[in-house]
């Protein structure tokens, strides 16, 4: 289920995308599973259909879908997505470690940090 804040500070575009990610990889859209169409989308938040063909756009540059013409995007088949999902995820974390390494954030203080996480098993 998709949770989308008209109000919130994260563009809705970038909500849409998040939020198909995060159900892509826990199983609740599976390969090969057709995306609701954009309009579909559209109408459901009462946004524009640009903004949800955005999302989609992004979804597909990210290897997480692909598009089929005249019948709609898809979820990526086998290794595709989840393969996608942990390359975005390690691109978003080598962006965050730079940011802590600038303000000052020590090696020892990111590798406590990331055995606390590994050890409650990511669930944090």
């Known amino acids: 289920m998709l949770n989308i804040r008209l109000e919130g500070k994260q563009p809705i575009y970038e909500q ?3 939020g198909i990610a995060r159900l892509i990889s ?16 559209a109408k459901q938040f009462g946004i524009n259909p640009n903004t949800v063909q955005k999302a989609y756009s992004q979804l597909e540059q990210a290897g997480l879908t692909h598009s089929v013409p005249a019948k709609g995007s898809y979820v990526s088949a ?22 802590a390494c600038r303000a000052g954030i020590t090696l020892e ?8 996480i590994w ?6």
């Open 16 to 18: 849409l995308c998040s």
């Open 26 to 41: 826990t199983g609740e859209l599976k390969p090969e599973e057709r995306l609701p169409a954009v309009r579909e989308v």
């Open 78 to 99: 086998g290794d595709n997505a989840a393969d996608a999902l942990r390359s975005e995820a390690l691109r978003r974390t080598g962006e965050e470690l730079r940011a």
């Open 109 to 116: 203080q990111i590798n406590s940090l990331a055995e606390e």
């Open 119 to 124: 050890g409650k098993g990511g669930n944090s």
